[in-house]
């Protein structure tokens, strides 16, 4: 095999398998990465929620002050569904941006592979 045949291999060898493999892994590496700062987000934020809760009941000290807790929990019950639903959506909307990348990184790489077999003839 001379050098230029296997340099013609190793350039559809690399166009074909390795390009979209490691196109597809930066892809999932770069999803995993928001996905996890995600998480990490709304878990500080369910966490400062639960803690200020905490320190809400210990300043109860009277019958008013109980009052006040109990009609805010109604605000943090709110409060914690529209962050639910904020995160939900956030997530649905990395998934969708990564499908769609998915797809495109098929398409190109079909793209490539039709267009390297007429060489390799």
């Known amino acids: 095999m001379s050098n230029a045949n296997f340099d013609q291999f190793t350039k559809q060898f690399e166009s074909m398998f390795f390009g979209p493999a490691r196109a597809y892994a930066t892809m999932s590496l770069d999803y995993t990465e928001k996905l996890l700062a995600a998480q990490y987000d709304a878990a500080k934020a369910y966490t ?47 998934n969708q941006e990564v499908v769609q990348q998915a797809q495109k990184l098929t398409e190109e790489s079909v793209k490539a592979a039709s267009t390297a077999k007429p060489a390799a003839k």
């Open 48 to 94: 400062d929620l639960g803690l200020n809760q905490a320190r809400a009941a210990l300043d109860v000290k009277d019958p008013e002050g109980l009052r006040t807790y109990v009609e805010g929990q109604q605000k943090v019950a709110k409060e914690i569904g529209e962050r639910a639903k904020a995160d939900a959506e956030k997530v649905v909307a990395m």
